[in-house]
């Protein structure tokens, strides 16, 4: 579900293998869509009008000058959508009474990011002539998915996952004021390089190098290319000992990896596979980061193949950002390598502390 929600419920990789599950019947949810119009890229390419999709829960309270002053805004991975923040191992632990993000306290906003989920994206028809959207375009559609369209100029909480994470970064630098805290989860503050940039390199290159891909004017999904991206997608994803511990045999291994590349393949597209990734081509706030000022709890875990837990990026980050504070989750059988960030067990109690420390 996340970083890219390759979600199955053994454990959460780097990207998704499935759509994710409608909402539990225990969560009332509301769906809706914000036309942002006029929208121009830092690519220098421009669109009359961007649909994002967003899904909601809770209720938004307004303070004595009318404005909403309860919004949580929850950002997904790559390939993924707000909805995978309605499955268990996320909204149990934190949406119910006297949870973390108990929802009769807090309105909680879950976005699609353009290129993701009910959003405008590649394959409504645009193909390779859609915008190239990159990580500060997508958050500048957020600022105005939530100024334009909901009415919210503060936000109580930003929190991300993987993409998402990254997003928060940004956010920081570029609206420091807009979040009373941020909740980072899964990434670095860093441009996307060295072994990380390769791994996705090597996805992209794998879907377009596929003769059936045909410069992206393919009549059916271009299924060995997607099989090479699911693929990579599986060990970026990997949790060493959580699957050792689930699949301990040579053919239970086999059967579920080949079950689940299979279902990641199936609900793809690989245009906007191509995007989803490649917006990442320009991020790097680590220039920046004496910007960002708002309360911030950064967590990563020690089995995430895609953020090494022997990078010291984290300790040369905290002395820049004087409110901010970090925690690697250690590696156990439990924890599930790059998609922790989505098991909010692992750090709901870091969660409760934020809000605490950020103005209850």
């Known amino acids: 579900m996340t970083f890219l929600t390759l979600a199955l419920l053994a454990m959460q990789p780097a990207t998704p293998a499935t759509p994710p599950a409608a909402a539990p019947p225990k969560w009332a949810t509301k769906e809706s869509d914000v036309t942002i119009r006029d929208v121009r890229f830092r690519s220098g390419e421009a669109m009359p009008a961007v649909r994002i ?9 307004r303070n004595a000058k009318g404005e909403i002053d309860n919004a949580v805004m929850i950002l997904h991975g ?5 909805k995978q923040f309605l499955q268990p191992q996320f909204a149990d632990e934190l949406y119910g009474p006297g949870q973390p993000l108990d929802i009769d306290r807090y309105y909680i906003i ?4 353009i290129g993701h ?10 193909r390779m002539k859609f915008p190239r ?8 559609l957020q600022h105005r998915m939530l100024t334009e369209g909901l009415g919210i100029t503060k936000l109580r909480l930003i929190m991300g996952t993987s993409m998402g994470c990254m997003h928060g970064f940004i956010w920081g630098e570029a609206y420091p004021d807009f979040a ?3 909740m980072p989860l899964a990434c670095q503050p860093v441009e996307i390089a060295g072994l990380n940039r390769m ?7 794998g879907i377009k190098a596929d003769p059936a891909w045909m410069g992206g004017e393919y009549k059916s999904q271009p299924h060995l290319g997607l099989r090479t991206a699911a693929s990579l997608s599986v060990v970026a994803g990997g949790a060493p000992l959580n699957l050792q511990k689930n699949y301990p045999t040579r053919d239970a291994a086999a059967t579920y990896v080949r079950e689940r590349v299979a279902r990641d393949i199936a609900n793809r597209d690989a245009n906007d596979m191509i995007y989803q990734f490649e917006s990442s081509r320009t991020y790097n706030p680590w ?13 990563n875990s020690a089995d995430d193949f895609i953020n090494p837990r022997n990078l010291d990026i984290p300790q040369q980050a905290l002395k820049r950002m004087p409110n901010a504070r970090f925690r690697l989750i250690a590696e156990s059988d439990a924890t599930r390598g790059h998609g922790t960030h989505t098991w909010a067990v692992h750090w709901k109690a870091d969660l409760i502390d934020l809000l605490a420390r950020s103005g209850g």
């Open 199 to 205: 791994w996705r390199q090597m996805l992209i290159d």
């Open 287 to 299: 220039p920046h980061l004496e910007k960002i000022t708002a309360p911030m709890t950064w967590i």
């Open 117 to 126: 989920g009910a959003s405008s994206k590649p394959s409504d028809g645009l």
């Open 78 to 82: 790559t390939g993924g959508s707000g």
């Open 110 to 113: 879950l976005p699609d990011n």
């Open 133 to 140: 959207y990159d990580y500060a375009d997508m958050v500048e």
């Open 53 to 61: 999709h967003y899904t909601t829960l809770g209720t938004p309270h």
């Open 180 to 182: 009373q805290a941020l």
